[in-house]
């Protein structure tokens, strides 16, 4: 099977300063007013059901900050240990791999905002974080941390993730960053597999950094 080529999508990811001194609200209002981003690619027949799900990204000078919001009809969360099966669950993800350096860096978390965090070489080759890295993610749940499991139509939640740059073994802000941007549910009602950039695959994988957009910082 021939590599097919396919266009990179890009993200302009938007500045924000001092975010430490800043409420959570005011972090939340600031990254709304940025471009939003559509997640919503259904690369497999076989899983037609799409969630509506959109994204923004910004930066400090520390860190990667990714505001998810999402409406579906099944909202799931089993999984409340860290590196669990989250994906599971009502589960968005954020795949990141810096320029020229080996392997990729998975971070997955419920819609209850139980984490899985790792370095990849690939899908099955994998170094999980331990609590010391972490607990250096910063994440913020609209959702309590407790078993849910609710149908019905347009429920909606929301997740802040902050992903410092020292966890990616960087030690200042890149100029860029290649990574990808999921929304799954395997054990959901309607299981789905939604991406932000075209996935040509035969099945649902996302560990495909052949396929990772880019993420520009200013």
Known sequence: RTQTTHQIMKIQSAYLSDIENKTFEDILSTIADSQEYPLSCVNWKAFPYAPEVSFHVAHTDKALVVLFDVKEDHVRAVS??????????????IFLSVPGKEGYFNFETNCIGTSLAAY????TDADMFGPEHMGQIGTV???PHE???RLGEGQ???????IPFSLLGLTEKPEMLNGHF????????????LSWAPIDLPEPNFHCPEFFGELMFE
Do not use: T
């Open 147 to 149: 078993v849910i499991d």
């Open 182 to 193: 999921y929304k799954c549910g395997d054990k959901c009602a309607q299981p789905h597999f």
């Open 120 to 123: 990849r070489r690939s899908k």
């Open 80 to 93: 409340l240990e860290a590196n669990g099966p989250v994906w599971e669950d009502s589960c968005v993800e």
């Open 156 to 162: 909606e939640w929301s997740m802040l993730k902050i």
């Open 141 to 143: 749940a609209s959702l």
